[in-house]
């Protein structure tokens, strides 16, 4: 399973009730697109996102590119209880890419993980528990160490 924090939105909002319309930013929508091709060689079956625009305007370029619809779900929303985000988590089969928040991957795997916007966590199934297994840095963040590594 792959867990998405959605890409770019610019800075918060002034209060918690506005900032849920906040739209993804132009460098967000550019890895949105790129997303595409980062996840190209990653079997995706069903996309499930956060209903907040941010995060579903995350996903549509590659939902587009893989004919799947988006499904959007309460229980990936920045403010959810645990129970129900693990709940939905594991009724999903092991081929769905999950776009969410920073707040939901640091409840899920720890305030400590790294979780960049449009970055992504590759999720195994230890038994009943997910757990994380690989980190994918955000395409922007690939493409500048490619760049530094060529340039020296």
């Not at 800075?11 to 595409?36: K, P, T």
């Not at 209903?51 to 619809?69: I, T, Y």
Request: aromatic share 6%.
């Amino acid at each position: 399973m792959l867990l998405l924090r959605h890409t770019s939105a610019g800075e918060r909002l002034s209060s918690r009730e506005i900032d849920r319309f906040r739209r993804l930013d132009e460098a967000g929508r550019i890895v949105s697109r790129q997303l595409v091709w980062t996840f190209a060689d990653r079997e995706i079956t069903r996309i499930v996102s956060s209903p907040l625009a941010r995060c579903l305007e995350s996903v549509v370029p590659l939902a587009e590119s893989r004919h799947v619809v988006v499904e959007s779900r309460w229980e990936l929303a920045p403010d959810v209880p645990l129970d129900d985000l693990v709940t939905l988590l594991d009724d999903l089969p092991d081929t769905a890419l999950v776009c969410t928040h920073r707040e939901v991957i640091e409840k899920l795997l720890g305030w400590d993980v790294t979780c960049e916007k449009g970055g992504a966590w590759v999720l195994e199934r230890n038994g009943s528990e997910l757990v994380p297994a690989l980190y994918l840095a955000p395409p922007a963040a690939v493409a500048a160490e490619r760049y530094t590594a060529r340039t020296g």
